[in-house]
């Protein structure tokens, strides 16, 4: 696959399509846009897979390019349409969701939003357990205290919020 | 929060465990973190449309493909690096075309070793050195009017003629002085022979001077006539030094002789006010140089002129100043300017 064949390149492609589909939506809310994100991020792992360090686990390195380019589409967002990610209309909901699931999990998605952004990014993508401590940490090129912190005052400022809700 | 998260290792995760065996308090803060974060997960579960990811790998197998065969942008400096390299030649092209570089090599050195070139500016003359009214130059044996105010001061026709005469005597040419004779005799402004006329130390560039150099004679025309004075007197090796300056003047280069060939070919009848021919100018050259009368003043050939010019630059002449009696200022009246049409260096 360093060699350039794109053909061994699709294995990994599948492997963490999900993941990644799935960090850039949450972080923008919206499909298209998660989509772009996610075809451009293993496009860009592609073309850099020279500068992959393989002492970290692939997901990790693809988890940073995928952050990265979210952060350049929310500042691209937030320049052409200066609004709050909170003000987001609440269209994200999965439609086979019952009503009344549908509209808490859009109130907890919302709370979510509300977070203060340093703490959205750790607890989003610990969302899925798939990336440890270390690895956030590498991914947000933050210590792991930090990402221990974030991600419990995340997490203590939500359940109450969460307890309203429910 | 890291045991919520499984972070710890199994030493500390024991001894976690045991205290929330104890600590009611810690344990009802952990369930409370937990809930919260199964609801969250759930919140956050991310259904994609249906197919979605069945095309994903191909719809980036296909970006990667058009990536690859999509040409790349060259780096700005391969792109657009040789317009700054053009710019600067052209401009160096103009420069050098527009200047005449070509023709003052030190010029060009000067300016290529970024330094500034002096103008050739002659000191302030010395009151004594005042170089005065100068005379004007007919054509070849043609007496012409004056084509400024013909009336002039006797007195001053006189000095003038006193001067020529002083002049006519350093001149190695012996028809200078009959020419001033008659001059002085006639009251007019009579032309001497253009070759008799090439040194005297003082050129009259004016038909008609100014009523300025009409009310005080001019310095220079006592010095020659004191000089002569002297002469007869027994002059002193300073004035001897002085006149020799002012006399032999240098053999005709080749470009006078042709000029003067063709002041012969034209026959060399001039109007009134018609600027001087380049044969004069030659002669007005050699005094300049001879007398080092500073650069100052120019003069601009008109196009009906042209024709009488000759370029200094042939002759390495820069521009003449002309100094008005009494030293004053380098603004020459009008009819000096039409009596002399001396083209520049382009």
Redesign the interface.
């Known amino acids: 696959m360093l060699a350039g064949d794109r053909q061994a390149y699709n294995p990994l492609v599948e492997r963490y399509q999900r993941a990644v589909y799935a960090l850039a939506r949450r972080m923008l809310r919206d499909h298209d846009q998660a989509d772009e994100v996610a075809q451009e991020t293993f496009v860009r792992a592609y073309s850099s897979l020279r500068r992959y360090d393989g002492r970290y686990r692939f997901y990790t390195w693809i988890v940073t390019i995928a952050t990265n380019l979210c952060y350049d589409a929310l500042k691209e967002r937030k320049r052409s349409q200066p609004l709050e990610l909170t003000e987001e209309p609440a269209s994200d909901c999965d439609p086979l969701e019952d009503a009344a699931g549908s509209d808490s999990c859009a109130r907890i998605r919302a709370e979510i939003d509300h977070l203060p952004p340093e703490q959205r990014q750790v607890l989003l993508l610990r969302v899925d357990r798939d990336l440890s401590y270390q690895e956030i940490s590498r991914a947000l090129k933050i210590p792991v205290g930090s990402v221990m912190s974030r991600l419990f005052r995340a997490r203590q400022k939500l359940a109450p919020r969460i307890k309203e809700i429910l | ?2 045991f919520l ?1 499984g ?1 710890l290792d199994v030493t500390r995760r024991k001894a976690v465990e045991e205290h929330l065996k104890a600590c009611l308090e810690c344990r009802s803060l952990l369930e ?2 937990e ?3 199964r ?11 249906e197919g ?2 069945q095309t ?2 191909s ?3 296909n ?3 058009e ?1 690859e065969l999509a040409p790349r942008p060259r780096p700005w400096l391969l792109r657009w690096g040789w317009l700054p390299a053009a710019a600067a030649a052209a401009f160096a092209a103009v420069v050098i075309l527009s200047n005449d570089y070509h023709r003052q090599p030190h010029l060009f050195e000067a300016a290529r070793k970024r330094q500034v070139i002096p103008i050739p500016i002659a000191p302030e003359p010395r009151p004594t050195e005042t170089v005065s009214v100068l005379e004007t130059y007919y054509a070849e044996g043609a007496p012409v009017a004056p084509a400024a105010p013909a009336a002039q001061p006797a007195e001053q026709e006189k000095d003038l003629a006193a001067s020529r005469t002083a002049a006519g005597a350093a001149s190695p040419r012996p028809t200078a002085d009959a020419k001033a004779d008659e001059i002085s005799a006639s009251g007019e402004l009579a032309g001497p022979k253009t070759k008799a006329r090439e040194t005297t130390g003082m050129v009259d560039m004016t038909r008609a001077p100014s009523p300025k150099a009409a009310a005080e004679p001019p310095a220079a025309y006592d010095r020659l006539a004191m000089a002569e004075k002297r002469k007869a007197e027994g002059i002193s090796v300073e004035e001897k030094a002085d006149k020799e300056q002012a006399a032999s003047p240098p053999p005709l280069p080749a470009e006078d002789k042709l000029l003067a060939k063709r002041d012969a070919d034209r026959g060399g009848e001039k109007k009134a006010g018609e600027a001087v021919e380049p044969a004069r100018y030659t002669a007005l050259k050699r005094v300049v140089q001879t007398r080092q009368v500073a650069v100052g003043r120019v003069l601009l050939p008109s196009a009906a002129d042209s024709d009488t010019c000759a370029s200094p630059g042939v002759y390495g002449v820069e521009a003449v100043v002309i100094y008005l009696p009494n030293g004053g200022g380098a603004v020459p009246p009008p009819d000096v300017e039409r009596a002399v049409r001396i083209c520049l260096p382009q």
């Open positions: 929060m890291a998260d972070q409370s973190l809930w919260a974060e609801e969250v997960a759930m919140a956050e579960k991310v259904e994609a449309p979605y990811y994903f790998a719809r980036v197998a970006r990667i493909a990536r």
